[in-house]
């Protein structure tokens, strides 16, 4: 999630991205694990998608055409445990 945009749109921006993915990748009955990364803006967001990328982690965007915000959030699908570990170097999202 990007944290330089407002927060309430950090909020709606999240929700969109899940909604996204929840289309492109349904999960059924089962609830994911979700865990929240924050970065500071769209560079290191989109360093993010090059690496889930070059992982091989399937994910989508959001960009929302009502603000020039470009990609505000990047979902990926349900990760399992080894593929948790390729992003643990990342920062949980802290409130600014």
């Known amino acids: 999630m990007r944290q ?3 927060v309430s ?3 709606i921006q999240s929700n969109h991205a ?3 993915m929840s289309k492109l990748y349904p999960v059924g ?3 994911p694990y979700i865990v ?3 970065v ?5 967001l989109t360093k993010i ?3 889930l990328e070059d992982k ?3 994910f989508a965007d959001f960009h929302d055409t009502d603000f020039d915000f470009g990609t505000a959030a990047v979902v990926t699908i349900p990760l399992n445990p080894d593929e948790r570990k390729l992003l643990k170097q990342h920062k949980l999202y802290k409130e600014l």
């Open 9 to 11: 749109q950090q909020i």
């Open 56 to 58: 091989g982690i399937q």
């Open 36 to 38: 929240l990364i924050g």
């Open 40 to 44: 500071p803006s769209w560079e290191e």
């Open 49 to 51: 998608k090059k690496e």
């Open 18 to 20: 899940t909604l996204e």
């Open 4 to 6: 330089d945009i407002p």
């Open 29 to 31: 009955d089962k609830v």
